[in-house]
């Protein structure tokens, strides 16, 4: 896997694999894909509808984020990228950087749309978690 900065590998080694980065590569490799974030979202819209049904199937119509207050209310579900296809968050968490008066902090592309890296999450979760890195195995 092609990480940008050594810091985000171990980053995620940390959060999925316990600090191993051995670990990390063999077993997760499949969630991360850090082609451009548009390319990964079109390709994300042509499978939605298959790769949420079998989110249904496997979770049983439970949203696995569990994050609002009104999770799962209106029972409307959709795919939720664990990693998310792209994000901000280890720049602002570990680079420290900062949005200025006219830019945003720069994201970086990870997520990948495979199944290992989807679960099942009501709308209102999904749109509370945005693109933040959320793990809720």
């Not at 979202?41 to 939605?48: D, G, S, T, Y």
């Not at 950087?97 to 720069?106: C, I, L, Q």
Request: net charge positive.
């Amino acid at each position: 896997m092609q990480f940008q900065y050594p810091e985000d590998r171990e980053f995620f080694a940390n959060l999925l694999a316990g600090g191993d980065v051995k670990k990390l590569e063999s077993e997760f490799s499949e969630c991360f894909d850090f082609r451009h974030p548009a390319i990964k979202r079109w390709e994300f819209n042509k499978v939605k509808k298959k790769l949420l049904k079998e989110l249904v199937d496997k979770y049983g119509g439970k949203c696995q984020l569990r994050i609002h207050p009104d999770c799962s209310k209106d029972g409307k579900f959709e795919p939720d990228h664990i990693i998310p296809l792209s994000t901000n968050e280890l720049n602002k968490k570990l680079r420290h950087m900062a949005r200025t008066s006219t830019e945003k902090v720069p994201a970086q592309s990870f997520g990948s749309n495979d199944i290992k890296n989807l679960t099942l999450s009501c709308k209102r979760c999904n749109a509370f978690k945005k693109h933040h890195i959320i793990i809720s195995r």
